[in-house]
């Protein structure tokens, strides 16, 4: 009799050993499930940070001339020559932002940041039409766009729990 409870307790204990083994083993795997959840939106962070900086970048890269005719203390001096130069530098940038290309880590957010892209690319385009004398409407109407396209960004950031970045601030200056 001794030995069937042994026998007994041994089988219980190695029941439970068990079921508190599969037990542990089903905990670690919903851990490791929800890490790769924050890996993943710590992922899609990182590509966004990466793709904003690629765009500041990219304007940065092809708009100086323009920057220097905007932002001229002296407008009266300007000249045609610095008026071209900020022409074929709007178009350069125009150009630049339509070989931009979303990253797949931000599939979620890809169509919504071509948009952004397009409206400040666009910006740029009425940039160089006003430049060039085909256009009537103002530096200022054309910025519109840009903040449209920049406000679209930062609307992506506030969903990933990002700090807003100031677009303009970074490729005016």
Do not use: H, W
């Not at 790769?36 to 793709?51: A, G, H, I, R």
């Amino acid at each position: 009799m001794k030995n069937k409870f042994l026998g007994l307790g041994m089988i219980m204990a190695f029941a439970l050993i068990l079921v508190v083994g599969c037990s542990s083993s089903s905990e670690e795997s919903s851990d490791d499930k929800s890490n790769d959840s924050v890996q993943t939106k710590e992922d899609v962070k990182s590509d966004m940070l990466d793709f904003y900086l690629s765009l500041a970048n990219t304007i940065n890269a092809n708009d100086g001339a323009l920057n220097t005719y905007e932002l001229s203390e002296e407008p009266d001096k300007l000249t045609d020559e610095d008026r071209d130069a900020a022409s074929e530098s709007a178009k350069a940038t125009g150009k630049a932002l339509g070989e931009l290309e979303v990253p797949e880590g931000l599939s979620d957010y890809k169509n919504n940041l071509n948009v952004a892209i397009e409206a400040i690319q666009t910006s740029y385009s009425k940039k160089a039409e006003i430049l060039d004398g085909n256009s009537s409407e103002t530096m200022d109407e054309a910025n519109e766009s840009f903040n449209l396209g920049s406000k679209m960004i930062n609307d992506i950031f506030g969903e990933l729990d990002l700090s807003n970045p100031n677009l303009n601030a970074e490729v005016n200056s």
